[in-house]
């Protein structure tokens, strides 16, 4: 699968931060035309040496959740850990492996945040716009926002909301939603990426969590990039 050429990956703070705020405004927030048939997760670790990062996509075609392909890739670390700018340290791993798909997912969910971010350009916002297609993010825990607890029972959600300021006034702005996928189990915390809306990311994290905390998709992803971990020196 072909991916955009946005920007270089190995930039000072200062560039990487700009970056992230232009960016930032080209998410597209379009309602998705119909169903996704083949959906892809992705998700990433390091190496037990902490020198290189591995990133794996599996690719399952619904409403079985039938194998299409599985692909993974490997990169050295080269930029530093900072908060905020996560992406520019797991992307680049995410797009090689991505560039093997010979698939075309309608959909990719990723272990990480979309737009619930402090500049709204988390890892699926990002990865969204290098490749121009749906993307919808994920994550085990909450990086900015404030919500109320969702309901216990599967299904139930909550608004994740950050002050934001518009013409010197603070308001309220939705950027997530808070998820129950099983009843009486953490929530994850879903929010747009690219070219979809919040109902279409919680209605699909939903479709695809059928009996598990994470969605298949990504769950899948999480268990393969695991063992290539486990073989990593």
């Not at 079985?64 to 993974?72: A, G, K, M, P, Q």
């Not at 994920?138 to 216990?152: I, M």
């Not at 994290?205 to 990039?225: D, F, I, M, N, S």
Request: aromatic content about 6%.
């Amino acid at each position: 699968m072909k991916t955009k050429s946005l920007h270089n990956w190995n930039l000072p703070y200062s560039q990487a931060r700009d970056i992230q705020a232009k960016l930032a405004c080209k998410v597209q927030f379009t309602p998705l035309k119909s169903s996704p048939k083949v959906v892809a997760g992705i998700d990433c670790a390091f190496s037990r040496d902490g020198q290189r990062i591995l990133a794996a996509v599996v690719v399952l075609r619904l409403p079985d959740f039938e194998l299409v392909e599985t692909v993974s890739a490997v990169r050295k670390v080269t930029f530093p850990y900072i908060p905020g700018l996560l992406s520019f340290r797991e992307a680049p791993v995410c797009i090689a492996a991505v560039e093997k798909l010979r698939s075309r997912p309608d959909v990719f969910i990723i272990d990480g945040q979309g737009i619930a971010h402090p500049r709204r350009l988390g890892l699926a916002a990002h990865l969204g716009l290098f490749f121009d297609k749906p993307t919808i993010g994920c994550a085990k825990s909450r990086l900015t926002g404030d919500y109320e607890e969702p309901l216990p029972e599967k299904g139930a959600f909550t608004l994740l909301t950050a002050q934001s300021s518009r013409k010197g006034r603070l308001t309220a702005e939705t950027i997530g939603a808070v998820v129950r996928t099983r009843t009486n189990v953490k929530p994850v915390f879903v929010s747009v990426g690219n070219k979809c809306v919040l109902e279409d990311a919680i209605r699909i994290v939903l479709g695809c969590a059928v009996k598990y905390r994470l969605p298949e998709p990504t769950r899948l992803a999480h268990q393969t990039v695991g063992k290539l971990k486990l073989k990593s020196q």
